[in-house]
């Protein structure tokens, strides 16, 4: 068996146990050939469509109806119960249940607003990328907690190749983002260099398009013909 069907052979019970009881598929999975139908099952998934929550569904045990539930509460926020279920195409107290669900199973972070900074008050905004002297566990750590401790610094990415971070700092001006760096330098953090940019206008800040990131697969593996359950 190659590796590639071999993968496929290692579908979880729990999907066979979803597909075996959707009446409409008339798909019945006889354990004594448990390995054979895992892999015809998936093969007819990729053939007919419903394998679409497929990926998902092995990594983290979701199926549509939750992507369509993290996807409202990602756009909208807080929602009402029936609003929420409208949007996921469920009833009020099922839908409710599984967005108790995805919070206990870590899933939903939060609830934040979104504000417009720049009606409230004046800003500066500036991009900075760091590079450090030397990749220890110790000098990382350092860093990280140097820029948690400081509120002015909004987002900060561990990045590889030329970077070792790229940091978003807002200040109310640039007297003050240049005592802050002062600041920085000042803590001994072991930095090698640094670039700053400062943000003129921001053109998308947006979260990603979880729909997008949840779709399958395409999988290397065809039949000329629908196989048969037993």
Known sequence: MSTTVGRFCQLPTRLLQIM???S?????????RRT??????????????CGESFKYMKKFGLDSTDIRILCAVQQHGQLSKTKLAAIANISATPCWAR????????????YHGELALN???DFTQVVVTISLIHHRKLDFDRF?????????????????????YVVRAICQNLTLFQGLMETMLAADLSIDRYMT???????????????KLVVKESLPVTMSKQPTFQ
């Open 20 to 22: 075996s009881q959707n």
């Open 24 to 32: 409409s598929q008339n798909f019945i999975v006889s354990p004594k």
């Open 36 to 49: 054979k139908s895992r892999l015809q099952l998936i093969i007819t998934l990729a053939q007919t469509g």
């Open 99 to 110: 967005l108790d669900r995805l919070k206990a199973a870590g899933f939903i972070r939060g």
């Open 119 to 121: 009606k409230i008050f």
């Open 144 to 164: 990280e907690a140097f820029i948690l401790k400081h509120d002015e610094f909004t987002e900060c990415i561990a990045t590889g190749g030329g970077t070792d």
């Open 197 to 211: 940019y400062i943000v003129t206008r921001t053109i998308k800040t947006t979260q990603p398009n979880l729909t």
